[in-house]
């Protein structure tokens, strides 16, 4: 006989942690202060949301402002817009952006740190669309048509592919 899948759920001890990396994220911010030119160049591929860490998704959202506006993007010029950011503050307060430009040899690895970050964050699209597919799955009631919820999930997996999971 064959065994259900068992499906991770959040609240399980043995759930399965969504795909992200901090630390590349970390690192990626720094090379973007440490050198705008390194942000210019990741803007047209990266969106806040691409960030697992919602302060990260902040804070590269500040930068890519300062940056189209020809603006210089440093801990300094960033530190009074995460003043009062309760999150930036439960990481030591705008001091946390110097700290992100603590490695310079960030810069070398930066444009495949930003690759990671969006190929994560298309993996978390993913595992969202799966989670939904599965929900709608297991939905039996009378007004079900099969059909629509393969037309939907397709749907769903193309959009994942053309906005890189937002």
Known sequence: MAQPIPFP??????????????EA???????????NRVAEDVLQKLRP??????????IYDMIATMVGDNR????????????????????????????LTGNPA??????????QVYDLAVLRALVTVGRD??????????????AKQIEKAELKLYEVAETGGE
């Open 72 to 99: 210089l993007a440093t801990p300094v010029t960033l530190r009074p817009l995460f003043v009062n950011d309760a999150a930036m503050k439960e990481l030591g307060g705008p001091a946390y952006l110097a700290q």
């Open 9 to 22: 759920t959040p609240e399980a001890p043995e759930g399965l942690q969504l795909p992200q990396n901090i």
């Open 49 to 58: 949301e691409h960030f697992f860490e919602p302060l990260h998704g902040r």
């Open 106 to 115: 960030s810069l070398i690895g930066a444009r495949a740190f930003a690759d």
């Open 25 to 35: 994220e970390a690192a990626l911010l720094g090379a973007m202060m440490i050198d």
């Open 133 to 146: 597919l599965v929900d709608s799955a297991l939905d039996t009631s009378e007004d079900i048509n099969p």
